[in-house]
């Protein structure tokens, strides 16, 4: 379906009180159209309408008019600028939706900058972790210590095994012979 006919149909169901299945729709269509302000904004309205605050700041973020107390709400669920970046799930170039919404993503991205200590740009890695030197010998050391305990519990394991079914033969012979 077009995404002007999903938009209606959604809107259509925000009318009915459906806001769960509006939500589902406008979703997709701001998967499938990031740039879209106005596809933003009907999701944002959708969460207002469910009584979720902090979604219904973080697809109205980008907007020129915007409620400062949404603002904030998302802000708190999303505390680290690098995640609060990408929850805006935003591809393509900046410029696209205009200067304010380009204004805004361009400050995330410079927040999320300082905050990784790194060039992070929209488009990057989820990853958020340091670049992959500083954490190979880290998780190498970890992966090497826990594979070490399983050998050696399943030595112990194996151990106990062999024991057991040593008394076990060594038992029926005593009985046999006697």
Do not use: K
């Not at 999903?6 to 998967?31: I, K, N, P």
């Not at 109205?60 to 915007?66: G, I, K, M, N, P």
Request: with cysteine; glycine share 8%; hydrophobic share 45%.
């Amino acid at each position: 379906m077009p995404w002007p006919e999903t938009l209606r149909t959604a809107e259509a169901e925000l009318a009915a009180r459906r806001t769960a299945l509006a939500r589902r729709r406008l979703r997709g269509l701001v998967r499938s159209c990031p740039d879209r302000l106005d596809l933003r904004l009907a999701l944002a309205e959708a969460y207002r309408r469910g009584g979720d605050a902090a979604q219904a700041g973080r697809w109205s973020y980008l907007a020129e008019q915007r409620d400062p107390r949404e603002v904030a709400a998302f802000e708190r669920c999303y505390p680290d600028p690098f995640l609060r970046m990408r929850s805006m799930q935003w591809r393509g170039p900046v410029d696209v939706a205009g200067p304010v919404a380009a204004a805004r993503l361009t400050a995330l991205v410079d927040a999320a900058t300082a905050s990784e200590h790194r060039s992070v740009t929209l488009e990057g890695p989820m990853a958020h972790d340091p670049p992959w030197p500083a954490t190979s010998l880290r998780d190498t050391a970890g992966c090497v210590g826990v594979g070490l305990i399983f050998v050696a519990l399943a030595g112990l394991v194996g151990a106990a095994v062999v024991g057991v079914a040593w008394l076990v033969v060594h038992g029926a012979r005593l009985l046999i012979g006697s």
